[in-house]
């Protein structure tokens, strides 16, 4: 048993590279054996379609990041939270450079053709933009945290986008900076805003 379980583990890593190196079009259950080191034969044991090893594919993300999510949680600053979210991915800026982002590539990519391979995909996304919404409430911003973090998100995978698209690790690091100082103004903002309101005096004049 302990060995079936780790071909099923090493198919699914394996998937998980090649998806993310050359799409989930294109890579075929044939490429994934190969890279697991598994007969192709032994492919359809664990899963009988493409879809079947996609989803898995997708789950073990979600798991993966869920994870993340927990220990970056155990902060008790939500602004590091946030700092962690946004740091996350800067070890592995070649990667990225050369075939993007593994979670945003692949919700483009499925969100073409739809389905329910390409829901699944989007709630990996969801979960995060959810969790950086509860974060943006934490700092105090419980009228704006969806709007915020619809605006973090976007920046997070547009710095993917354009890393990917001009092979330029350095642009993350550069844009990365940038939306931790976007963070940083919001909350020296909010804590200027609570900390200093105006008197009815200086209003009076």
Known sequence: MPRKTD???????AAKVLIHQQGFNLTTLAD???????????VYYYFKTKEAIGIAVIERRATEWAELLASWSENADPLARLFSLVDHGMGELDLIARYGCPIGGLCQELGKQGGSLADLA???????????EEQFK??????????????????????YLLTHTFKDPKLASRQSDSIKHWLESLVDRKVTTTAAPVSAEAVAG
Do not use: C, T, Y
Request: charged content about 25%; aromatic content about 4%.
């Open 7 to 13: 071909k099923r583990i090493r198919l699914i890593e």
């Open 122 to 132: 989007a709630k990996l996304l969801h979960d995060i933009l959810e969790w950086s």
């Open 32 to 42: 994934i054996a190969q890279e697991a080191d598994v007969p192709l034969g032994n």
């Open 138 to 159: 934490g700092l105090g911003f419980s009228d704006r945290s969806k709007e915020l973090a619809l605006s973090l998100i976007s920046n997070i995978q547009g710095m």
